[in-house]
């Protein structure tokens, strides 16, 4: 990755492009504490049902919807929305079932509704997913543009949850994201904005839009939930926003990365475009690796193989994550 801007400039931050993680995790965390009475995890909230738990996860695409507007490119955004809500399930030890949608437009649109439920309809069959349908809202006096976000259903045997953290000795198993996914759009636009258009070639692809690389879209990882049942995970991370630091959501340890994938070009693009530094860069995207898990060391390549990814990584004692020479 590129080094840190030397001419006494600093970089692009995604608080300075309008969003403070650590505020948006704050105010989670007052929602959660208000509601109370369920299951906390980090990724979805459950009710026991007998000996059973009933999951559920909620989320949107952010601000990739504005890409997809800019360019009038519906296609993608759908499985995105999929993919946010199912992922978290699947970081819990939770299988998805149902999917239900919530689409807001500032007025209604029969090309926009068709491909974002087209969208959705690709995802939830590759996840094996039922698509209960959802809600279309009309509501100009709200919503500029449109916002599409949804909520997932699933259900478990108590047994069958991952324990949530971590433990000393570990292995990291990682797989590969699809590049940027959801997460860090706010600052991926406000950098490759300043100098380009959407419509330009990609300079690593000219064949492909600066649009199109950015609307790839997020990847499905429910068929990593029953290798990580078989190999005894302990936890598991899907790398969203906060990037490299939501290992830290498997628990208080040290995190030591030695083997990561490689970011795709679409990260250097937007580390030069708006001159982010390694660490904003690590703290933002998850450069490269989507989803994390965290195993018994003997289990680990044997997962790694299941799984179609690598041993990324240790669990040590301690705290923070390490990465390409970095301390986050």
Not at 264 to 273: G, H
Not at 283 to 310: D, I, K, Q, Y
């Amino acid at each position: 990755m590129s080094e840190d801007t030397d001419d006494g400039e600093e970089g692009l931050t995604y608080s300075e492009a309008g969003v403070d993680i650590a505020e948006s995790e704050a105010a989670t965390a007052a929602l959660l504490d208000a509601v109370g009475n369920v299951v906390d995890t980090e990724y979805a909230g459950m009710l026991e049902v007998g000996d059973r738990y009933l999951a559920l996860a909620t989320d949107g695409v952010g601000t990739k919807l504005m890409v997809a507007e800019a360019i009038e490119d519906y296609t993608t955004i759908g499985i995105d929305c999929v993919a946010m809500n199912v992922n978290d399930l699947v970081a819990a030890g939770v299988e998805p079932l149902a999917f239900v949608d919530y689409l807001a437009v500032e007025e209604p649109g029969e090309a926009l509704a068709e491909a974002v439920g087209q969208g959705l309809a690709s995802a939830a069959e590759e996840a094996g997913i039922a698509l209960l349908g959802g809600e279309t809202a009309v509501m100009p006096d709200v919503i500029r543009g449109f916002d599409l976000a949804g909520a997932c259903v699933g259900m478990t045997p108590q047994d069958d949850v991952f324990p949530g953290e971590a433990e000393p000795g570990d292995a990291l198993v990682g797989v590969p994201s699809t590049g940027i996914h959801s997460n860090g759009l706010t600052l991926a636009r406000e950098a490759v904005t300043r100098e380009h258009e959407y419509t330009d070639p990609f300079p690593p692809e000219p064949d492909r839009t600066i649009g199109e690389v950015l609307l790839e879209p997020t990847a499905l990882y429910t068929d990593l939930l029953e290798p990580m049942r078989e190999h005894d995970v302990h936890a598991a991370a899907h790398v969203t926003g906060g990037g490299w630091t939501n290992l830290e959501r498997m628990g208080a340890f040290h995190y030591e990365i030695t083997d990561p994938f490689d970011p795709q070009p679409v990260f250097s693009f937007v580390q030069d475009c708006g001159g982010v530094s390694d660490e904003e860069m690590h703290r933002t995207f998850n450069m490269g690796t989507g989803f994390v898990a965290a195993v018994p060391e003997p289990r680990a390549s044997a997962l790694a193989a299941a799984v179609e990814g690598r041993v990324i990584g240790t669990v040590a004692d301690g705290e923070g994550v390490s990465v390409r020479g970095l301390e986050l």
